[in-house]
Every structure is written in structure tokens, then in C-alpha cells.
């Protein structure tokens, strides 16, 4: 579960010159990676799909809490208005990639953080053996697994993250 952004960006004299170098040379998803996996094995975009969209199978039902739908939705032209300026401002491609990775990385980590979805369930909570009703927050591994990746190389994690949690 990954976001892309992709944008068609006009300008004059140097930054369109600028951009038609750098068409198709440049690419950076955030999201959720194929290594981010529970200690049960669970891949956490599973998960994270889950929660986004809701759920209804034989383990129960989950209430949609589209964090990551809502983050894209609310952030993604800042995301691509940050980039053009940084290319606008002289930055080299590659750094812009990276900041705006990093950006989107964080955005959907505070979206995770700070929402107002509906409660974890009662026995969401008995389950977990956490008396922390906030959904999404159950152990903090999801908000800790949040990861971007320039180029398609690999993901890049915050500092504390640890994957293998």
C-alpha cells in the first residue's frame, strides 16, 4: 500500500527546461513495504489496508479509518508544489525526492497519530491486552512501519524504526 504522486508542472524558461531533463528520471512512493511485516509474519500493508478501507471476515468487523486516503487527499499538492519549489530554488532532483519522501513519510505517520476515527472496539482492546482505545495505535508498529523510497530503492524508515518488531 503505497502512494505515488505524479504532476504535470508548467513554468517558464529555466524550470520547464529543468523539468523536461528530469521527465521519467525521478519517482517517490510512501507508504507501506513488502519487508514491514508483524512478528507473526503479517505483512503490515495488509493490515494497514484493512484499517484504511474497513473490513468484514470472519475475524470481525473493522470500521474504515481511511488514514492513508485522507492523508493523500489533503496533502498531495502540497507535496507536489514542495517539489517544484525546491527544483524552482537550484535543488537537485534526487535531494527533492528525498525531502518530499520524507514529508509524505511523516504526514501519513501524523495522519495515524492524530485522528478521529471511531474507537477500537471493547474487544479490540480485551484482545490486545492495550487499554488504549485510539484505533490505529495498538502497539505503535504500523506508525513505525510508514516508509518511502526514492527511485525505487529501498524503503527508507524512521530513525527508530525496527521492522522486525
Given amino acids: 500500500m503505497c502512494a505515488a504522486v505524479s504532476a504535470k508542472l ?3 524558461g529555466k524550470l520547464l527546461t529543468k523539468l523536461k531533463k528530469m521527465s ?14 508483524y512478528e507473526n509474519g503479517t505483512p503490515v500493508a495488509t493490515v494497514a489496508a484493512a484499517n484504511n478501507f474497513g473490513t468484514k471476515d470472519s475475524g470481525g468487523f473493522i470500521p474504515p479509518r481511511p488514514f492513508f486516503t485522507d492523508t493523500v ?13 525546491m527544483i524552482a530554488n537550484g ?8 525531502l518530499v519522501g520524507e514529508k509524505m513519510r511523516s504526514d501519513i505517520i501524523r495522519k495515524i497519530d492524530v485522528n478521529d476515527y471511531l474507537p477500537n472496539a471493547e474487544s479490540t482492546i480485551k484482545q490486545s491486552g492495550n487499554p488504549n482505545k485510539q484505533p490505529l495505535k495498538d502497539t505503535y508498529h504500523m506508525m513505525r512501519s510508514v516508509g518511502y523510497s526514492v527511485n525505487d530503492e529501498p524503503p527508507q524508515y524512521s530513525q527508530t524504526s525496527n521492522n522486525s518488531d
Fill in 91 to 98: 535543488k537537485d532532483i534526487d535531494t527533492s525526492l528525498q
Fill in 73 to 85: 487527499t489533503e496533502n498531495s499538492e502540497k507535496w507536489v508544489r514542495g517539489f517544484g519549489k
Fill in 24 to 37: 521519467g528520471k525521478g519517482r517517490v512512493t510512501a507508504g507501506f513495504y513488502k519487508d514491514a511485516k
Fill in 10 to 12: 508548467t513554468g517558464g
